[in-house]
């Protein structure tokens, strides 16, 4: 019981401090504002904070209708691209850095199996959708010429 409490304190944590960093970088992005004046200004911040919310709740419940086979990998795509293309753009741009591909689509589509694998080590479910996820992943990479 430790075990899970401990993960799941660090994984609150990790969350935690990326939410502050995403936040620190829209605020920083959007005219000249920082933090500490975009603080000040409350509207600002709980705009910047619903839109990340918006997108990371889409991103969240994406991630399980794919892991539970409820959608397909190329419906999650358009699902979360859209979602980031209205809530929070950058995360799309900052997929470069986490994810190997030669598009963004790729890149996309493999952060999101990625999601679902990381879930299946904590929280398998029978059958494991990862080898139906890799399928669809050549066929959409052999689609797109990848």
């Known amino acids: 019981m430790n075990r899970h409490a401990t993960f799941l304190a660090v994984v609150t944590l990790a969350t935690g401090?990326?939410?502050?960093r995403t936040v620190d970088e829209q605020l920083s992005s959007h005219e000249t504002v920082g933090l500490h004046s975009a603080?000040?200004?409350e509207q600002k911040l709980t705009n910047?904070?619903?839109q990340y919310r918006a997108f990371k709740g889409t991103l969240e419940a994406t991630v399980e209708s794919?892991?539970?086979g409820h959608v397909?990998?190329?419906e999650a795509l358009a699902i979360v691209r859209e979602a980031s293309t209205r809530h929070h753009p950058k995360y799309l741009s900052h997929l470069v850095h986490y994810d190997k591909g030669a598009t963004t689509d790729e890149r996309l589509a493999r952060n999101l199996i990625g999601h679902v694998h990381t879930i299946e080590k904590f929280h398998p479910t029978q059958p494991s959708p990862l080898p139906g996820l890799d399928q669809?992943?050549?066929?959409?990479?052999a689609e797109i010429g990848e």
């Open 48 to 50: 910047v904070l619903t």
């Open 39 to 41: 603080l000040s200004d």
């Open 17 to 20: 401090f990326a939410a502050l």
């Open 72 to 74: 397909h990998l190329k």
């Open 136 to 141: 669809e992943l050549r066929e959409f990479l």
């Open 66 to 68: 794919l892991r539970h």
